[in-house]
């Protein structure tokens, strides 16, 4: 059987429990479709919008006394287990709709393993939270120690690390249920930053780790043969929305650098993606990346839509 790991975006969840209930059954239906087709999976999913609605509810829960403050990670966990939920139950219920008995589908609360010397911690450039007035900001950041900067004029926000990820701690236990078969959401949210103490233990961090490369990186360690970003469009393109707009059915490694630096992509929006699905090529140089809309992803598999990035 081929492996294939996917990337779903946190946006795509919604942003209540009832717009995510309700659009995680077109999650479910896509990869129960990639099952069908005789693919081990594994899902990583996003949480913007979720992590932030946590994180927003213990900050204003700690400003009236009512509960104690909340650090990053272990909002981070709430929201993998939260989403995974969700996911997880949808997906078995597309499984039995479709007779297929002998998957089992779990959720794996994810450390993602970063380096304390990454040079991200230096300079913090991820907004989370809600926005302050400019006197609400100095006040925090003379409480807490933390960052807080300007954020496209309507207030200032957090500021977190976003450092590269090295490895993830569960690596042994997530090949362990693969092999048995099971479809794993991991890697929620870019997993649970941590860092390595002098014991050897580890600690969680302050940190938001890109989900796409989190995705590639887990993609690498159980050893994927497919790596799939999942986007709101079909394809990938150069010249976006402009009259000359040009799809992309499939590029190589050194076409999609070229399309880098000529700007084609953003770097809120596709770079990113862009560049965590090379990563994955780079290191396996006989797989295949390919990023594609969640309602086509099957297709993409076949070929039929979606683009590809490979080798060469």
């Given at each position: 059987?081929?492996?294939?790991?996917?990337?779903?975006?946190?946006?795509?969840?919604?942003?209540?429990?009832?717009?995510?209930?309700?659009?995680?059954?077109?999650?479910?239906?896509?990869?129960?479709?990639?099952?069908?087709?005789?693919?081990?999976?594994?899902?990583?999913?996003?949480?913007?919008?979720?992590?932030?609605?946590?994180?927003?509810?213990?900050?204003?829960?700690?400003?009236?006394?009512?509960?104690?403050?909340?650090?990053?990670?272990?909002?981070?966990?709430?929201?993998?287990?939260?989403?995974?939920?969700?996911?997880?139950?949808?997906?078995?219920?597309?499984?039995?709709?479709?007779?297929?008995?002998?998957?089992?589908?779990?959720?794996?609360?994810?450390?993602?393993?970063?380096?304390?010397?990454?040079?991200?911690?230096?300079?913090?450039?991820?907004?989370?939270?809600?926005?302050?007035?400019?006197?609400?900001?100095?006040?925090?950041?003379?409480?807490?120690?933390?960052?807080?900067?300007?954020?496209?004029?309507?207030?200032?926000r957090r500021v977190v690390a976003s450092p590269q990820p090295v490895s993830i701690y569960e690596r042994i236990s997530l090949n362990t249920l693969i092999n048995a078969n099971h479809v794993v959401i991991a890697g929620g949210g870019g997993g649970i930053p941590v860092v390595r103490d002098g014991d050897g233990s580890y600690h969680g961090v302050a940190a938001v780790v890109d989900k796409d490369l989190a995705a590639e990186k887990l993609a690498e360690l159980v050893e994927a043969d497919v790596f799939v970003i999942l986007t709101a469009v079909d394809r990938v393109s150069i010249h976006f929305g402009k009259p000359n707009q040009e799809d992309l059915s499939q590029i190589t490694l050194a076409q999609a650098e070229q399309y880098i630096e000529e700007g084609h992509f953003a770097a809120g929006s596709m770079l990113p993606k862009v560049k965590a699905a090379m990563k994955f090529i780079e290191q396996k140089k006989d797989g295949i990346s390919i990023i594609c809309s969640l309602e086509k992803a099957a297709e993409a598999l076949n070929g039929t839509t979606g683009t590809r990035i490979v080798s060469r």
């Open positions: 059987m081929k492996r294939i790991v996917i990337a779903l975006g946190g946006n795509a969840l919604g942003n209540t429990s009832e717009e995510q209930l309700e659009r995680v059954r077109i999650t479910a239906a896509a990869v129960v479709n990639i099952v069908k087709a005789g693919y081990e999976v594994v899902v990583c999913h996003g949480n913007g919008p979720q992590v932030g609605m946590i994180n927003l509810a213990f900050e204003k829960g700690h400003e009236v006394g009512i509960v104690p403050d909340m650090q990053l990670p272990e909002c981070t966990a709430m929201s993998q287990g939260y989403i995974g939920y969700h996911l997880q139950q949808a997906i078995d219920q597309e499984l039995v709709r479709n007779h297929i008995e002998d998957t089992v589908v779990i959720t794996m609360l994810t450390q993602v393993i970063v380096d304390e010397k990454d040079p991200a911690f230096e300079n913090p450039t991820k907004p989370i939270g809600r926005y302050y007035d400019e006197a609400e900001a100095k006040k925090l950041m003379e409480e807490t120690g933390r960052k807080y900067v300007e954020d496209s004029g309507r207030g200032y």
